[in-house]
């Protein structure tokens, strides 16, 4: 029982350790003290990081439990397996060094206690999704991460600062104005998270309903499908997976990551590249791993992987071509991560025809991505920082006074590239022999998808590195000196393409020399080739004015901006306008009808008080009259 | 020992009477004594009835004693008489002297409801005085028709023996469509004399009525109840909606008068169910009390302006039935009755009146409470408001009582 | 035992405050609330469950006697710890509240008695052993709450009390007939006694507790009261007292669910209409006050919703009353914050970016609303177990029930939806170049007790044990 104490020191101790500048924020914002308290929290930050070696060093494979509501069935269950402590490790890593780059980054920001303790939160939340085996302590983390994200990415929320906007102010298409602001950005993230994590709220209730049991690992879920049937299976799956293709930014859930861009920097890279949102590819993983699909004959699950496997697909190239269009420096970045989540849940989808492989490849590529992305994200950030500048903008000259960055950005495009020989050429070599695999099955086109998607990626990247280091125009505004901690930070990160690389290459890790083999197959080479082409032409032809057309096409998303700032809203306004006129009149007839109604009664009633007993004597003798007469005649 | 009691009672009183022309404080005196020795007088087991009556009784002496009019001295040994008549007619059976109590706290109110402390009001009196003679005629008709019929198992005459006793009684105490004088006199007599005709003269035609009507139940009475009932609703409603505009708090407790009245009345359906006709006494009685000692804290904070704001909610809350004050007692026993009896619709129409009065009577509280309430009259609504929170402890011993002096709840001969 | 003890010590507590000074009466109430609720806790940890008898009624209303088992303990601890923070709150509120009246703090020593007895009322309701019992304390809330209102209220506060009086009046008497009636089946009205609850009286109780909880239609009154009523006071009307008409449904529901059974699908699909259509309403709504009253009737239809749910649906009940409570005491807490600091400022409007000047007060309220929406917070069992149920329920016939469940599923959206876009509106964006207030303490530490317990009874032990508990009480197979 020694490791439950590790587990809660692990997920406690970073939200403890970022108290201190919380509560110091409400009541004492800004003062000098109360900067120095963010060490605190990266400290705590610290300790989750050797914790989370210490996993991947030292414990055994399995699962650990200690009882929560056992009455229930439901217990605080954390498992450690290939998954787990590879994906726990990352986070917490790269968790730490950005915690470590915010450090300076955010040094002089108007609200620390707000953004320490949501960091902090994030990174212990994301932890518990990436230890959970229980559905129950998984949703903790799974909440945690959408309010962390919520929070962080309308850090900024007095929406003052241009440089935290999305889009270009004053822009307008149609009715809507193509920019948004960092409380809007954040109110698109919950709205959209909201609305696929309460359908996979459901579908666990009714997984808990249907077995009694919500540990993953033990979960019966062969007979589980059986029981339901076809239509149970895809409609329990599906309302399953709207969790993660929400929190993974799938179509057409996409647009929240775009708009996530207006929180720091360090958000970005941290949430919105490297671990929040691949938290749901990591779950969709971790549910095929122990559901193991192909060694199950259900159809339902044929339906929802192939439903996967293309909208991954899609995804993926959706946001590889808007990336291309777009000129925003990190809203470029954001596409691209929506685009290498697509890949991921294609590639783990995918896994149902080929097998546990094809889960090794999509994981080893949330990795490589991870550390390419968030690296790409600091340097970005600290272009932002230097140029004070969201879109695009440097030139060689700028590149000399950013040597640093310069370099980072080279290492890390070309290993996410998948340009042979770096990092992601292998994994994307055994993405190519996983869709060959489906090719033998009879599917042909996820394989040209994931071609096209490789090469417009390949292609941004550069698009990227060339407009920020070397055609972009002169930036307006210079700030280069400094920034240590930054460079450090993104050179940290950076440097772990290299370590992966070995490993691949040193054989460190069995399912890694597969990739190897397969980084050796003509297919993959061909299509390396067709990628490091498809980079070198656009790193010396970034823009093409000829294609401004379909250029502003794709910066504008492809205009699927109006699904979720239009569309939408406009139909809940109709309803909220029903809804109140049903109120006024409800209240009408209550509070001024009856009221009235009753009032004229009452009047009438007192209309008879005239006063004059000869009326009233009248009356008496009337109804005395009357009465007797009724009685009579009703009865004899 | 009881006919030694109550004459000394009756001789006290007129005694009392006679001498306080001389110094109002000795008919005072005399007609509390003489209150006292008419109550003693009881069983035992109706002494819990005796108590309350001489509590409303006193309350209505003391508010005599705090104001002024003409014939002061007199007036506390008519208020001395009623209390007399109140506990001859709930221990007697006998039919004649029960007819004489009815007439005994009916022409007493006629003196009183004239008096003011300045002019006599003669024409509230002629008012008053025409309809009261019209009950009292019309409900000993009626009376006699019913126990004639009776004996003599004639149907007819019973049917319409019993719809004039029920308007009889309801000229006499103001239950709708025969509820004229109440508003008109409530209002324009001086406040004091009503709220004594409004309380301690209530009880008399109620317990007569009931106790006539248990004596002669028979299988046609379940046939003719529903008059009963209607007569009770259409008095709740014409009661509470005419209230709800009136201006005046005087004409406003009229309609609250007719209203409670309804309440009371539609307990009456209750002697289709013997087994529980305990429930419906209680039920009567209660309300009666908790009409009274409301009605006597509403005229006093009338007639006085300075009652406290506390004393006014409590007797506004009592009227509209909250718990655990004795307005809400008294309705439950009475919805129980009437639930007990299959009479559902009529007691779900007596729980939405109760809602109905909710606006009037918080208006009344509102408008006739001033401050915390530390003057002389405040001993008046004080005494009053402990009366209706006496219930905060369930009153189970009310019930209980009651179920014990069921058995004189007949009239002897019939 | 003691804890049936422990009860009277609020009332005897309330009934001595107004001798002291209102500091110090303050004190004396809310630490008389914190009493009992630690004799709750403890109760609810030993899962105690026991009868304490009081006096024998004569048939048919029977014995009355207090009620002691997990279920109104988890009910009696909510209704203490909130009673308690808000009473703190009340201190600096309400004497704004009479300086701006022009009241002198005297007014305290009324005020201070009435909330005491109000709130001791709602105590004991959840403890009362007899459904006569129960309905006394129903209407002595509901006076002593009336009192409140068409004393302190704003805006035309004597219509609005009278409008809140009727309503719950009518409620209360309706409910009142459906007891009594129940009475003559059973020949008493002693919960334990009670074997059979008729159609007719079910329908009327719950058509009354309807009215009062309340359901789409009767709901009008509700923005009403909650919204003209003084900030405290809402904040015990809306999280406590409206919710205590499900703990009335709960125990007849324990007692004899047919009614329940037979018209399920009827409820339930009310209950999601007047749950989704109050939610819609919230967008509208320009009041803060008004705004947070439509999300209680919204909130409230889950309690509905979860009475229709079986066993796992009742869990849900309980559940879901502790976390809005926690939740929406918060939030009206938050919104007499805003008023006391900004001049009455209640318009939504008017509002924007106040996270720059009272960030105490912002967070809370982000608390209070992730409560409402049940994340990181208790409110998470309560949907969780209200879903668990609409499946034990309907998942036999998923297609056929499938848009029922989606609709079900769309409220809890609906939640997390108004919840982030009302907390948008009012505390981020750019400000609106106010003057940043003085937060009282009394003003912003009450609202992180609440939030912090509500966060907290996610984590064994609470939870284990209160679950436990309710489940001892209720039943049903796991």
């Given at each position: 029982m020694n490791e439950i104490p590790m587990f809660a020191v692990l997920f406690l101790f970073p939200v403890i350790s970022s108290l201190p500048v919380a509560l110091a924020w409400i009541y004492r914002p800004g003062e000098d003290w109360a900067r120095k308290l963010p060490y605190l929290s990266v400290f705590g930050l610290f300790v989750s990081l050797l914790i989370s070696l210490n996993i991947l060093f030292n414990f055994e494979e399995g699962f650990y439990s200690y009882p929560w509501i056992e009455d229930f069935n439901i217990n605080f269950v954390f498992v450690v397996d290939y998954l787990s402590k590879y994906m726990g490790a990352l986070t917490a890593f790269i968790a730490f060094l950005i915690g470590v780059y915010g450090l300076e980054y955010m040094r002089d920001d108007y609200r620390l206690g707000w953004y320490w303790f949501f960091f902090n939160t994030f990174t212990a939340s994301m932890l518990l999704v990436v230890y959970s085996d229980n559905l129950f302590t998984l949703l903790i983390g799974w909440e945690g991460l959408g309010i962390a994200s919520w929070g962080l990415i309308g850090h900024w929320f007095r929406d003052d600062d241009d440089i935290a906007f999305v889009g270009t102010q004053g822009r307008k298409v149609g009715p809507l104005e193509m920019s948004w602001s960092p409380s809007t950005g954040g109110w698109r993230a919950i709205s959209t998270i909201r609305f696929g994590d309460m359908p996979m709220f459901f579908a666990i209730a009714a997984i808990y309903a249907l077995t009694g049991n919500l540990d993953i690992h033990s979960i019966p879920w062969e007979g589980m499908f059986e029981e339901i049937g076809y239509v149970g299976t895809v409609a329990l799956l599906l309302l399953f997976l709207m969790g993660p293709f929400t929190k993974s930014a799938q179509l057409p859930f996409s647009e929240w990551l775009m708009t996530a861009m207006t929180g720091p920097t360090t958000v970005s890279a941290l949430l919105h590249s490297a671990t929040m949102v691949a938290a749901g590819t990591y779950l969709f993983m971790r549910l095929t791993w122990y559901i193991e699909p192909w060694e199950l004959n259900i159809p339902g699950l044929e339906t929802i992987y192939l439903l996967v496997l293309f909208l991954g697909l899609i995804s993926a190239l959706y946001g590889a071509s808007v990336a291309l269009g777009l000129r925003e420096r990190k809203v470029l970045l954001a596409a691209s991560t929506m685009s290498s989540l697509g890949l991921m849940f294609a590639s783990s989808a995918a896994s149902f025809w080929v097998g546990e492989a094809a889960l090794i490849v999509a994981f080893w590529y949330l990795i490589v991505h991870a550390?390419?992305?968030?690296?790409?994200?600091?340097?970005?950030?600290?272009?932002?920082?230097?140029?004070?500048?969201?879109?695009?903008?440097?030139?060689?000259?700028?590149?000399?006074?950013?040597?640093?960055?310069?370099?980072?950005?080279?290492?890390?495009?070309?290993?996410?590239?998948?340009?042979?020989?770096?990092?992601?050429?292998?994994?994307?070599?055994?993405?190519?022999?996983?869709?060959?695999?489906?090719?033998?099955?009879?599917?042909?086109?996820?394989?040209?998808?994931?071609?096209?998607?490789?090469?417009?990626?390949?292609?941004?990247?550069?698009?990227?590195?060339?407009?920020?280091?070397?055609?972009?125009?002169?930036?307006?505004?210079?700030?280069?000196?400094?920034?240590?901690?930054?460079?450090?930070?993104?050179?940290?990160?950076?440097?772990?393409?290299?370590?992966l690389l070995a490993i691949i290459l040193l054989h460190y890790e069995e399912h890694a020399s597969h990739f190897v083999e397969e980084g050796f197959l003509t297919t993959s080479l061909t299509v390396g080739i067709l990628v490091t082409a498809s980079y070198l032409i656009v790193l010396f032809k970034p823009a093409v004015p000829a294609f401004s057309r379909i250029g502003v096409f794709l910066t504008d998303r492809m205009y699927l901006p109006f699904l979720n700032d239009y569309i939408l809203p406009q139909i809940g306004w109709v309803v909220i306008r029903v809804v109140d006129a049903c109120n006024r009149g409800v209240d009408f007839f209550f509070h001024t009808a009856i009221p009235s109604a009753f009032e004229a009664l009452s009047r009438a009633i007192r209309s008879i008080q005239k006063g004059y007993l000869r009326v009233y004597m009248k009356i008496v003798a009337g109804s005395i009259m009357l009465f007797l007469v009724i009685f009579s005649l009703m009865g004899w | 020992m009881t006919e030694i009691l109550l004459m000394a009672s009756v001789v006290l009183l007129t005694l009392g009477a006679a001498f306080s022309l001389k110094d109002a404080r000795i008919g005072f005196v005399a007609s509390v004594i003489s209150a006292v020795l008419a109550v003693t007088s009881l069983e035992p087991e109706m002494y819990f009835f005796g108590a309350l009556i001489l509590v409303i009784g006193l309350l209505n002496i003391i508010t005599l004693y705090l104001s002024d009019n003409q014939i002061k001295g007199i007036d506390y040994a008519i208020v001395a008489m009623l209390i007399f008549a109140t506990v001859l007619v709930i221990q007697s059976t006998n039919l004649a002297v029960l007819i004489g109590t009815f007439v005994l706290v009916s022409v007493p109110t006629y003196v009183l409801v004239m008096l003011s402390e300045n002019d006599v009001k003669l024409e509230v009196g002629i008012k008053y005085i025409t309809f009261m003679v019209f009950a009292t005629v019309i409900f000993i008709i009626g009376t006699f028709l019913l126990v004639y019929s009776h004996s003599n198992m004639n149907p007819t005459l019973y049917v319409i023996g019993y719809v004039l006793l029920i308007l009889g009684l309801g000229l006499e105490v103001g239950i709708a469509p025969l509820h004229e004088w109440v508003p008109d006199v409530f209002s324009a007599a001086?406040?004091?004399?009503?709220?004594?005709?409004?309380?301690?003269?209530?009880?008399?035609?109620?317990?007569?009525?009931?106790?006539?009507?248990?004596?002669?139940?028979?299988?046609?009475?379940?046939?003719?109840?529903?008059?009963?009932?209607?007569?009770?609703?259409?008095?709740?409603?014409?009661?509470?909606?005419?209230?709800?505009?009136?201006?005046?708090?005087?004409?406003?407790?009229?309609?609250?008068?007719?209203?409670?009245?309804?309440?009371?009345?539609?307990?009456?359906?209750?002697?289709?169910?013997?087994?529980?006709?305990?429930?419906?006494?209680?039920?009567?009685?209660?309300?009666?009390?908790?009409?009274?000692?409301?009605?006597?804290?509403?005229?006093?904070?009338?007639?006085?302006?300075?009652?406290?704001?506390?004393?006014?909610?409590?007797?506004?809350?009592?009227?509209?039935?909250?718990?655990?004050?004795?307005?809400?007692?008294?309705?439950?026993?009475?919805?129980?009755?009437?639930?007990?009896?299959?009479?559902?619709?009529?007691?779900?129409?007596?729980?939405?009146?109760?809602?109905?009065?909710?606006?009037?009577?918080?208006?009344?509280?509102?408008?006739?409470?001033?401050?915390?309430?530390?003057?002389?009259?405040?001993l008046v609504a004080l005494i009053a408001a402990i009366f209706i929170l006496m219930t905060v402890y369930p009153p189970d011993w009310f019930l209980q009582s009651v179920k014990g002096i069921v058995g004189t709840f007949v009239v002897a001969g019939v | 035992m003691i804890l049936v003890y422990f009860l009277l010590v609020p009332i005897l507590a309330s009934l001595l405050a107004p001798f002291l000074n209102p500091k110090r009466a303050t004190h004396l109430v809310s630490i008389s609330f914190l009493i009992p609720f630690m004799a709750a806790l403890v109760s609810l940890f030993q899962f105690s469950s026991y009868d304490f008898p009081i006096m024998n009624f004569s048939p048919p209303i029977g014995e009355f006697y207090i009620l002691v088992d997990p279920v109104s303990n988890a009910f009696g601890l909510t209704v203490c710890i909130i009673s308690a923070m808000v009473g703190y709150y009340s201190f600096p509120y309400m004497i704004h509240r009479f300086e701006e009246m022009g009241l002198g703090e005297e007014e305290y020593r009324?005020?201070?008695?009435?909330?005491?007895?109000?709130?001791?009322?709602?105590?004991?309701?959840?403890?009362?052993?007899?459904?006569?019992?129960?309905?006394?304390?129903?209407?002595?809330?509901?006076?002593?709450?009336?009192?409140?209102?068409?004393?302190?209220?704003?805006?035309?506060?004597?219509?609005?009390?009278?409008?809140?009086?009727?309503?719950?009046?009518?409620?209360?008497?309706?409910?009142?007939?459906?007891?009594?009636?129940?009475?003559?089946?059973?020949?008493?009205?002693?919960?334990?006694?009670?074997?059979?609850?008729?159609?007719?009286?079910?329908?009327?109780?719950?058509?009354?507790?309807?009215?009062?909880?309340?359901?789409?239609?009767?709901?009008?009154?509700?923005?009403?009261?909650?919204?003209?009523?003084?900030?405290?006071?809402?904040?015990?009307?809306?999280?406590?007292?409206?919710?205590?008409?499900?703990?009335?449904?709960?125990?007849?529901?324990?007692?004899?669910?047919?009614?329940?059974?037979?018209?399920?699908?009827?409820?339930?699909?009310?209950?999601?209409?007047?749950?989704?259509?109050?939610?819609?309403?919230?967008?509208?709504?320009?009041?803060?006050?008004?705004?947070?009253?439509?999300?209680?009737?919204?909130?409230?239809?889950?309690?509905?919703?979860?009475?229709?749910?079986?066993?796992?649906?009742?869990?849900?009940?309980?559940?879901?009353?502790?976390?809005?409570?926690?939740?929406?005491?918060?939030?009206?807490?938050?919104?007499?914050?805003?008023?006391?600091?900004?001049?009455?400022?209640?318009?939504?409007?008017?509002?924007?970016?106040?996270?720059?000047?009272?960030?105490?007060?912002?967070?809370?309220?982000?608390?209070?609303?992730?409560?409402?929406?049940?994340?990181?917070?208790?409110?998470?069992?309560?949907?969780?177990?209200?879903?668990?149920?609409?499946?034990?329920?309907?998942?036999?016939?998923?297609?056929?029930?499938?848009?029922?469940?989606?609709?079900?599923?769309?409220?809890?959206?609906?939640s997390g939806w108004y919840s982030f876009y009302t907390l948008r509106k009012i505390f981020y964006g750019t400000p609106r170049g106010m003057e940043k207030p003085r937060i009282s303490r009394y003003l912003d530490l009450p609202l992180y007790i609440i939030g912090i317990l509500s966060i907290i009874f996610i984590f064994p032990p609470l939870i284990t044990v209160l679950l436990k508990g309710i489940k001892a009480v209720i039943g049903g197979g796991i």
């Open positions: 550390f390419a992305k968030a690296s790409l994200f600091l340097v970005a950030g600290h272009l932002i920082h230097a140029t004070h500048d969201r879109f695009c903008s440097g030139n060689l000259a700028f590149a000399r006074k950013m040597k640093v960055a310069f370099a980072v950005t080279i290492l890390a495009t070309i290993s996410l590239a998948g340009i042979p020989p770096f990092t992601a050429y292998w994994i994307k070599s055994g993405m190519d022999g996983v869709m060959e695999h489906l090719v033998a099955d009879g599917m042909l086109l996820p394989f040209y998808l994931l071609v096209i998607v490789s090469l417009i990626y390949s292609a941004f990247l550069a698009k990227f590195l060339s407009l920020n280091f070397l055609k972009g125009e002169a930036p307006h505004h210079e700030h280069t000196e400094g920034g240590q901690l930054m460079k450090l930070a993104y050179t940290l990160m950076v440097s772990m393409q290299i370590v | 001086d406040p004091i004399p009503v709220s004594i005709i409004a309380s301690i003269a209530k009880f008399v035609p109620f317990i007569v009525a009931f106790k006539l009507i248990i004596a002669t139940a028979n299988p046609v009475t379940s046939s003719i109840t529903m008059f009963v009932a209607f007569l009770a609703v259409l008095s709740m409603f014409a009661g509470n909606i005419g209230a709800l505009t009136s201006r005046e708090p005087g004409r406003v407790l009229g309609y609250s008068t007719v209203a409670n009245m309804g309440y009371a009345l539609s307990a009456f359906v209750a002697v289709v169910n013997f087994d529980l006709i305990y429930l419906a006494i209680a039920g009567v009685l209660m309300q009666l009390f908790a009409n009274s000692a409301g009605k006597i804290g509403f005229f006093t904070a009338i007639k006085d302006r300075g009652v406290g704001t506390p004393f006014t909610y409590t007797f506004a809350l009592s009227f509209i039935g909250m718990p655990p004050l004795m307005g809400f007692w008294s309705k439950l026993f009475i919805v129980l009755a009437l639930v007990y009896s299959g009479y559902m619709w009529l007691a779900v129409l007596l729980v939405i009146n109760s809602a109905i009065s909710v606006p009037y009577y918080i208006r009344l509280a509102k408008e006739l409470g001033e401050g915390w309430g530390y003057g002389v009259v405040n | 009324k005020y201070i008695i009435i909330y005491g007895v109000y709130a001791a009322s709602m105590l004991w309701l959840v403890y009362s052993g007899n459904l006569i019992l129960l309905y006394i304390f129903l209407e002595i809330s509901l006076i002593t709450s009336f009192l409140l209102i068409y004393m302190y209220g704003y805006g035309n506060r004597r219509w609005v009390a009278l409008l809140y009086f009727v309503w719950t009046n009518v409620a209360g008497v309706l409910t009142l007939v459906g007891f009594l009636l129940t009475a003559m089946d059973n020949s008493t009205l002693a919960i334990k006694g009670i074997s059979a609850v008729g159609m007719t009286a079910w329908l009327l109780i719950f058509v009354g507790m309807l009215v009062k909880l309340p359901g789409l239609g009767p709901h009008i009154w509700l923005p009403w009261a909650h919204a003209e009523a003084p900030t405290p006071v809402s904040a015990l009307l809306s999280p406590l007292t409206v919710g205590l008409a499900g703990y009335v449904l709960l125990r007849m529901y324990l007692i004899d669910s047919s009614f329940i059974d037979t018209y399920r699908d009827i409820i339930m699909v009310y209950a999601i209409v007047s749950s989704i259509y109050a939610g819609f309403a919230v967008f509208r709504q320009t009041d803060y006050k008004r705004l947070l009253a439509y999300s209680t009737v919204s909130q409230m239809g889950y309690i509905l919703i979860g009475l229709c749910l079986g066993t796992f649906g009742l869990i849900g009940v309980v559940i879901q009353y502790m976390s809005h409570a926690f939740g929406k005491s918060i939030l009206f807490m938050t919104a007499g914050g805003i008023i006391a600091s900004y001049h009455g400022l209640r318009d939504v409007r008017k509002m924007g970016g106040l996270h720059e000047y009272i960030p105490s007060i912002s967070n809370a309220a982000l608390i209070g609303f992730m409560n409402l929406g049940g994340i990181l917070a208790i409110g998470m069992f309560g949907e969780f177990f209200i879903l668990r149920g609409v499946v034990d329920i309907y998942g036999s016939n998923l297609m056929s029930y499938l848009p029922l469940i989606l609709a079900l599923v769309f409220i809890f959206v609906l």
